[in-house]
């Protein structure tokens, strides 16, 4: 089982509508969560960043947080086709000695005029 | 402010020679991390500086890899000697607090024939 796990894509939405992206995770010290988008060829930028339970809101981005279920999704509201993209999702544990991130593969999102 | 620099953002090297990557974090943050992207896989830890110091070097894949962060600041990546199985994008990203967001650069790209 891999440590970071991410819906299968690629994905594909309608202008205007709401993407949704999954994530799971196996290691329950988990302790940060991170959501990167990544364009071709392009360096991963990050776009969320969220700590604990519950929602957290960033203009058209909700990332959402459930650490009972080691889950954790982004939610992207009226997906432009900006938006397209490949969306990474990054976990750190709690281990005081690591700030490295495990990654997921990534999921490509195509948003459709 | 300056982001996360790579150099160089290509790099096409034969068997056995050596190549040294080059990242200059954000200024003023003391964490500096290398990651790897193989073809079809997912992006990987290599490895963890704190300032000039290895925190975490659990990732380097073998002893042909060395990293270097004298002084704290830029840091290398040397492969020597290079194999086929090294070709992929190299990331380098930095956090001004541990454990908290990280800043990607764009990559070096290296290729080995």
């Not at chain 1, 203009?59 to 954790?72: D, E, H, I, W």
């Not at chain 2, 830029?74 to 190299?90: C, H």
């Amino acid at each position: 089982q891999k440590e970071v796990e991410q819906n299968s894509g690629p994905l594909s939405v309608p202008e205007g509508a709401i993407a949704s992206l999954n994530c799971t995770y196996s290691d329950r010290v988990s302790q940060s969560f991170f959501w990167y988008r990544q364009y071709s060829g392009k360096s991963p930028e990050l776009i969320m960043s969220i700590y604990s339970n519950g929602d957290k809101e960033d203009g058209r981005f909700t990332a959402q947080l459930n650490k009972a279920s080691q889950y954790v999704s982004l939610l992207i509201r009226d997906s432009q086709p900006s938006d397209s993209a490949t969306y990474l999702c990054a976990v750190n544990t709690r281990d005081t000695n690591a700030g490295k991130s495990t990654f997921g593969d990534g999921t490509t999102l195509t948003v459709k005029p | 402010e300056a982001g996360v620099t790579q150099f160089p953002s290509h790099s096409v090297i034969e068997k056995g020679q050596t190549v040294t990557l080059r990242c200059d974090p954000i200024s003023g943050h003391d964490n500096l991390y290398w990651y790897r992207r193989v073809m079809g896989k997912e992006i990987k830890f290599l490895l963890h500086f704190v300032k000039e110091s290895k925190q975490d070097e659990s990732g380097m894949p073998n002893n042909r890899f060395l990293a270097e962060r004298t002084g704290g600041t830029y840091s290398t990546l040397k492969v020597q000697p290079a194999e086929l199985e090294d070709s992929g994008v190299y990331f380098c990203a930095s956090s001004q607090e541990f454990n908290t967001e990280a800043f990607f650069g764009q990559g070096t790209r290296l290729t080995v024939v």
